[in-house]
């Protein structure tokens, strides 16, 4: 039966996750800061068998989507046993119905064991997403800004305008849920944080897109990370947004990114796909996303 997840298991649950899901590596601090979610809408846990974690799972209860819950199943393959997924999701669909919640949706890897077990027990693929992937072999191409607007990094004080700005950018996406300053800022404004990648694009004096970076993706030395890009509506289909990734990546390859990385939704309706793909950027890894209504 899961148990919550202590302080003192996150080396092994790292150890874990990474061996289920190595396409998309996690680390202590990561992992830290989901145990430390000042939102706390949030229950982790990990399955231990003979003194060794085989299992980690997590689910997130967000306040303002009252009616449903998302679950995330971490197994790696020699880890799966008979009665194995069927206890955590047991336990999961126990503790989201627990919490009055009655669609319920789940995350897992392309054609892994959860996908197929999530399959089994009617669980329906309703969405996906990609990690996308770009080598820095080559210099990128030159952005090309559109008329009026120019970019710089974050200055002092400007945390709050790219949170706000942020929100706004994803507030029509599929399942969009808000985050408290308290929570973004929890996961934002890590140790990996330079303010030198957070670029800003500027429409004299309206922010009008952001592109938030980290150095190094987490688990992967040398691999730059793209953590959000957002252009607020007023400012979409001018070219806004691959100027800002094509910026991203020469910042990120001047401080010697040998690749940079990203996340997105497969079907954002923005073209956020074909967008990331003209620039040179090739899919890494695909989640699917399933859903179920539970009562």
């Known amino acids: 039966m899961p148990r919550p997840l202590a302080e003192a298991d996150v080396p092994a649950a790292v150890r874990l996750i990474n061996e289920a899901t190595p396409e998309a590596p996690v680390d202590e601090a990561e992992v830290t800061r989901w145990l430390t979610t000042p939102a706390g809408d949030t229950e982790l846990a990990v399955v231990e068998r003979d003194g060794a974690l085989v299992a980690y799972v997590d689910i997130l209860l967000p306040e303002e989507s009252p009616d449903r819950a998302w679950i995330d199943i971490r197994v790696p393959e020699r880890c799966v046993e008979d009665g194995l997924l069927d206890e955590i999701l047991g336990w999961a669909e126990k503790t989201v119905g627990s919490r009055g919640r009655t669609l319920a949706r789940a995350v897992a890897g392309a054609g892994s064991p959860v996908a197929a077990h999530l399959e089994?027990?009617?669980y329906q693929p309703i969405r996906f997403s990609f990690r996308m992937r770009i080598e820095l072999d080559e210099a990128p191409a030159a952005p090309v800004w559109p008329e009026g607007i120019g970019v710089s990094s974050l200055r002092q004080g400007e945390e709050r305008v790219a949170y706000d700005v942020s929100q706004e950018s994803f507030a029509d996406h599929w399942e969009f849920t808000p985050n408290s300053w308290e929570e973004w800022s929890h996961y934002m404004l890590d140790e990996a944080f330079e303010p030198d990648l957070w670029l800003l694009a500027r429409d004299g004096a309206d922010v009008a897109g952001v592109c938030l970076c980290r150095r190094e993706a987490v688990g992967q030395p040398g691999v730059g990370y793209v953590r959000i890009l957002g252009v607020r509506p007023p400012w979409r289909r001018r070219g806004l947004g691959r100027a800002l990734l094509l910026e991203a990546f020469a910042r990120l390859r001047d401080l010697?990114?040998?690749?940079v990385e990203l996340g997105v939704d497969g079907e954002n309706t923005t073209g956020?796909?074909?967008l990331y793909e003209s620039a040179g950027?090739?899919?890494?890894?695909?989640?699917?996303?399933?859903g179920r209504r539970l009562v």
């Open 272 to 274: 956020a796909v074909r």
């Open 256 to 259: 010697g990114a040998e690749a």
């Open 120 to 122: 089994r027990h009617a």
């Open 281 to 290: 950027m090739r899919v890494k890894f695909r989640w699917e996303v399933y």
